[in-house]
């Protein structure tokens, strides 16, 4: 697909579509279009694109670099280019006045290669009438389609009246039966009670999670089977390994131990004691790290709360209890309110899927109180406590000159990079989410150029 011209052309451009290969001779094919018929064509990026570029380099990723930079340059030569405030993506204000200002017989386009970018811009629809959405394959230009799984729950596999497997009670069983480890003593004086059942250390460290009566289940013997077809094998993720079963009975799960970690709902409440600020950021970068390695395979967490990450190290950050985990569509079938935005009705976890968005206020919740060590809904009246309007948040976008009375302000005005603190305030503030790969990107370059300065100061 070719973008149409029309008499005036207004063009936005996320930076990551300049790198796309072949780019330069879609957009080299289509200035030359609009110029040959007399047409004005005006060209807007973000502001910020330079800092794109100086990452790319500090990434050693030099090609990306110089491509982004020259197409700039061609453009500003031509007379083309406007740059313009988007605060990294998350705030279409400036652009949507920009648009207002075109003539009704204008097109106007935004081409993205990302998401967060198109589900936050899209918002532009209300206001631009003549306003198309691209993105850029191997093909050509193609029109976005709406990501509607993003924001609107799907039905999930669920039985009403279960007649499919048999239910016994769980209480006391001290051996159970894995085909493919075979024979397991539970240690009973090691278990540990949850919501579904309980835990209990096994041989070789191994663990094994027994279902409550109520939770034996046919949904969650074919969940956990498929789980286990997937061979998803990632040293810091627990992922179920086999069935347990007394008898023929299904029962339960194995899945891996760790030792000698602690939770992050421990650490949190010793206020991380234990770790520099330095080595927070690098626990919350594994922790999104592992989730962008999840939901790049479709998975979703569901029930995701400090109390199932366990901490060994700032470079060893573990996910446990994976077996409730939200897969195809087989639900997550509980929450924990306090990290949870929305509230579910009763049985509506078990009747539809999660989205992506819903994942997203845990996410940034958790991430936020490792680097911060606070709610983001705290402020100095309500003294931490966790706030019934989820949407609060006392933290500045704008930190020039504020009085910084307390730590963890320092951290959010001094500590945290500008761009890090604008992802937390249009999330938190106006629910616009960024991509997991952009937060693990810009932490990454955060804890480099740390780990760089240290060295340097070290010589």
Known sequence: ????VSKNNYIFIEDTVFVYPNFYLLLKKYIETVEANGQKLTVFVDSGIGERIEKYKADLKFKEAYLLEGLIDILEQKGLLQKIETNSYLDYTLLEAEFAKSKKDAKCSIITQR????????????????????????SGFEEWLDQAQLTTPKDAFYLQDDEYVNRIDTTGIDYVYSPKYGYLKLNISSQMNGGEGSVYRTYNNMMVKIFK??????????????MIEMNLYNPFICWPRDLVYVG?????????????????LSLRLQSFSEYTHPER??????????????????????????DNILVKSPSEVYFIDCGCYQIN????????????????????????????????????????????????????????IENTDKSQFFYPLDVDGID???????????????SMRKYFYYYFKQGKITDLSEWVKELQLFLEKIKKEINSNGR
């Open 404 to 418: 910084i009375k307390s730590e963890d302000m320092a951290l959010w005005a001094k500590f945290l990079t500008a």
């Open 281 to 306: 950021f690098e626990i919350c970068y594994n922790f999104l790290k592992h989730i962008k390695y999840l939901h790049d395979k479709g998975i979703l967490i569901g029930d995701l709360k400090p």
């Open 213 to 226: 009566k109520e939770n034996i289940t046919y949904v969650n013997f074919k969940k956990l089977s498929e």
């Open 329 to 384: 569509d087989y639900a997550c079938p509980v929450c924990h309110p306090e990290y949870t935005k929305r509230v579910f009705k009763k049985d509506e976890l078990k009747k539809q899927l999660r989205t992506v968005e819903d994942e997203y206020y845990p996410i940034n919740k958790m991430a936020f109180e490792i680097m911060i060590m606070k709610n983001h809904t705290y402020s100095p009246d309500n003294m931490d």
């Open 248 to 264: 023929d009975v299904f029962v339960g799960y194995v899945m891996d131990e760790v030792k000698g970690a602690e939770t992050l």
């Open 115 to 138: 998401d967060g970018v198109y589900n936050v811009f899209k918002e532009l629809n209300n206001s631009c009438k003549n306003l198309t959405f691209y993105q850029v394959t191997d």
């Open 1 to 4: 697909m070719e973008i149409s």
